[in-house]
């Protein structure tokens, strides 16, 4: 997994204003069509008495195919839908669904105001929500004794590796998450600083991303 592999960690709302005009976007992360689905039509029955409800989604895992589906509902062919696609597109998501509802303000906005005002709501719902990139990571478990502490802390904060867990003991015992790219490198920084008396346990590899700078673990990988 890499910087392409992004999606919405929590998702969020907001609202444009054209021409009196409303246009609402909601978004949710999303892991399969059904629930993509779902999520429009409560939307649906949410707004029952708006003009247009248009979605636009993207369900893949960052696969190489995702899945991607879109509608005008209504409105002319690829003002609405389409534009909103491109704003996921243009973002590298997957997993996500937005809905960006109308209410029409009684002044006719065109091709061009349409696809603008659109895109826009797309823009200002993705603000509104947290996104995250998904990467591969492996828990690593470092037990060393009190005089080669510093220099792993040294050589964790210099990688910006995440600290999970420690314990203080007889020993330290650290749990700590590497990015699985920097896995043998860091392995072998720790193990040249501490002329190899540091303890190296490679435990679960999993799926986790940074949410205000701190680690989340969403699953294994």
Same mark, same amino acid.
């Given at each position: ?105 009684? %002044? @006719?906005?065109?091709?061009?105001? &349409?696809?603008? $005002?659109?895109? !826009?709501?797309?823009? #200002?719902?993705?603000? /509104? ?46 749990? %700590? @998450?590497?990015?699985?790219?920097? &896995?043998?490198? $860091?392995?072998? !920084?720790?193990?040249? #600083?501490?002329?190899? /008396? ?24």
């Amino acid at each position: 997994m890499d910087s392409k592999n992004r999606t919405v960690y929590e998702g969020g709302q907001a609202e444009i204003t054209e021409k009196r005009s409303r246009f609402i976007a909601t978004v949710k992360p999303v892991k399969t069509e059904e629930e993509a689905l779902e999520f429009i039509e409560s939307l649906k029955k949410q707004y029952w008495d708006a003009a247009h409800n248009c979605f636009a989604y993207i369900i893949g895992n960052g696969s190489k195919m995702p899945l991607k589906r879109c509608s005008d509902d209504g409105e002319p062919q690829g003002t609405a839908g389409r534009p909103m696609l491109a704003v996921l597109e243009g973002e590298s998501l997957s997993d996500v669904c937005v809905v960006v509802t109308r209410y029409f303000g009684g %002044v @006719l906005l065109g091709t061009g105001g &349409l696809v603008r $005002a659109y895109s !826009e709501a797309v823009r #200002a719902g993705l603000d /509104a929500s947290v996104m995250i990139t998904r990467r591969r990571g492996v828990k690593l478990r470092i037990k060393v004794d009190y005089t080669g502490l510093g220099k792993i802390q040294y050589l964790l904060a210099k990688r910006e590796i995440k600290t999970l867990e420690s314990r203080y003991t007889e020993a330290v015992e650290l749990t %700590v @998450l590497v990015p699985e790219k920097e &896995l043998a490198a $860091a392995e072998q !920084e720790i193990t040249e #600083a501490t002329s190899a /008396a540091a303890q190296l346990t490679e435990e679960a590899t999993c799926v986790f991303a940074l949410v205000d700078q701190e680690p989340v673990i969403l699953g294994p990988a």
